[in-house]
Nanobody
Framework: QVWLVESGGGLVQAGGSLRLSCVASKQTFNSYNMGWFRQAPGKERELVGAISASGTTTKYTDSVKGRFTISRDNAKNTMYLQMNRLRPEDTAIYYC???????????????????WGQGTQVTVSS
């Protein structure tokens, strides 16, 4: 069992920044490929970006490229999502998730992840 806990969400004006954190319960965190997802009301859950177990490789969905950055500190069992130049359309519940797979690192579909955090709300006002 892996527990993931997100924090850092909130209300911010358009153009502002937030940093989300995701803390994992397992010391084997450094072997997990991880992802950040988001789900807006009435929409499907979508991958924001993913990071390899080592943290050396990341990939993002087009709508957040150049604005969002995923990083991780394996010594702290923590992954981060730095969100800059936020837009109203970024409003969603944000989830961190552990990939079920250990080969490669980029898995864009929710079914490819086996553990999820509870989510944290991000609201961007215009």
């Amino acid at each position: 069992q892996v527990w993931l806990v997100e924090s850092g969400g909130g209300l911010v004006q358009a153009g502002g920044s937030l940093r989300l954190s995701c803390v994992a319960s397992k010391q084997t965190f450094n072997s997990y490929n991880m992802g950040w997802f988001r789900q807006a009301p009435g929409k499907e859950r979508e991958l924001v970006g993913a990071i390899s177990a080592s943290g050396t490789t990341t990939k993002y969905t087009d709508s957040v490229k150049g604005r969002f950055t995923i990083s991780r500190d394996n010594a702290k069992n923590t992954m981060y999502l730095q969100m800059n130049r936020l837009r109203p359309e970024d409003t969603a519940i944000y989830y961190c998730a552990k990939s079920a797979y250990y080969g490669g690192f980029y898995y864009p579909w929710p079914y490819e992840y086996d553990y999820w955090g509870q989510g944290t709300q991000v609201t961007v006002s215009s």
